[in-house]
């Protein structure tokens, strides 16, 4: 059953603190994305990944890292650096980026709050 | 001007009617084209690809003007399960045809399907 998971669904974590969010998938793509959305907005993009061990920041990727050690996994921490990091965070995944490949499918994403 | 704007609605329409999404573009390299619903507190999911010549899929309609860089959906008989965010997204074409990998939303339109 191919797709996109992400993990923990919900992560609750205290000012100051890292946290990683978990993104796999088995559906054999070379790029990956991680986007946040905040209520009532678009999506926004944070980091992206073409191909194993290479990635781009996004439009927001301040406070945030990834790595693509693996293609089937793109990680996303978020650092203390990050000033407002409750939003509900979604990784993507799509064949390529060339025209035809480049339709990305979502995860079920991951809702963090800051206490 | 914003990359990608939609009217963000809401629309509130009986079951069987016919409602029209617009969306407008501010680039013009933009490559490729697509609607996305978004069901509440849930990840986006594709609904269909837009391409030049229009293409329709069972009661959805889409239509692309490269020259008046708007796209838009149309969707008849409407039914209850149609009740959702629909996100018009683009992507950058970069050099050598390939995209830059960045889906760029509209805010989204908030549809409801009312008994």
Known sequence: DGGITQSPKYLFRKEGQNVTLSCEQNLNHDAMYWYRQDPGQGLRLIYYSQIVNDFQKGDIAEGYSVSREKKESFPLTVTSAQKNPTAFYLCASSGGTGRGTDTQYFGPGTRLTVL | ?115
Request: positive net charge.
């Open chain 2, 1 to 115: 001007r914003k990359e990608v704007e939609q009217d963000p609605g809401p629309f509130n329409v009986p079951e069987g009617a016919t409602v029209a999404f617009n969306c407008t573009y501010s680039n013009s390299a933009s490559q490729s084209f697509f609607w996305y619903r978004q069901d509440c507190r849930k990840e986006p999911k594709l609904l269909m690809s837009v391409y030049s010549s229009g293409n329709e899929d069972g009661r959805f309609t889409a239509q692309l003007n490269r020259a008046s860089q708007y796209i838009s959906l149309l969707i008849r008989d409407s039914k209850l399960s149609d009740s959702a965010t629909y996100l018009c997204v683009v992507t950058l074409r970069g050099a050598g045809g390939t995209s830059y990998g960045k889906l760029t939303f509209g805010q989204g339109t908030i549809l409801t399907v009312h008994p």
